[in-house]
């Protein structure tokens, strides 16, 4: 799987990219039909300090992309909450995935 980062008013962090990529890696244990991760980290003004961290994660697997985005106090979080949410899209893909007879 080929993973790409891509950050907008955020310094580009190896901590970051390193904690995406092992819970990707796992993901892809999981489902070994996906075939790229883009994940984007956004900083935003907002006015509650429990959000503006944002973490978007679009994967590229057979049939539509699938997406995922979370805001939270810190990029951590926001991480694994769209682990979370493309873990369940990635359950209800491969249960209509037909098997071949």
Same mark, same amino acid.
């Given at each position: 799987?080929?993973?790409?980062? &891509?950050?907008?008013?955020? $310094?580009?962090?190896?901590?970051?990219?390193i904690m995406?990529?092992?819970?990707? &890696?796992?993901?892809?244990?999981?489902?070994?039909?996906?075939?790229?991760?883009?994940?984007?980290? /956004? /900083?935003?003004? @907002?006015?509650?300090?429990? @959000?503006?961290?944002?973490?978007?994660?679009?994967?590229?697997? %057979?049939? %539509?992309?699938?997406?995922?985005?979370?805001?939270?106090?810190?990029?951590? @979080?926001?991480?694994?909450?769209?682990?979370?949410?493309?873990?369940?899209?990635?359950? /209800?893909? /491969?249960? $209509?995935?037909? %098997?071949?007879?």
């Amino acid at each position: 799987m080929n993973i790409n980062f &891509e950050y907008d008013d955020v $310094k580009a962090s190896n901590r970051l990219e390193i904690m995406a990529a092992s819970k990707l &890696e796992k993901l892809l244990d999981k489902f070994d039909f996906i075939v790229r991760a883009d994940v984007f980290f /956004k /900083k935003e003004n @907002t006015s509650s300090p429990e @959000t503006g961290m944002i973490c978007n994660i679009r994967l590229s697997a %057979p049939g %539509p992309r699938l997406f995922a985005e979370s805001s939270n106090a810190n990029f951590e @979080t926001s991480i694994a909450a769209s682990i979370d949410d493309l873990h369940r899209q990635l359950q /209800k893909r /491969k249960a $209509k995935m037909k %098997p071949y007879s």
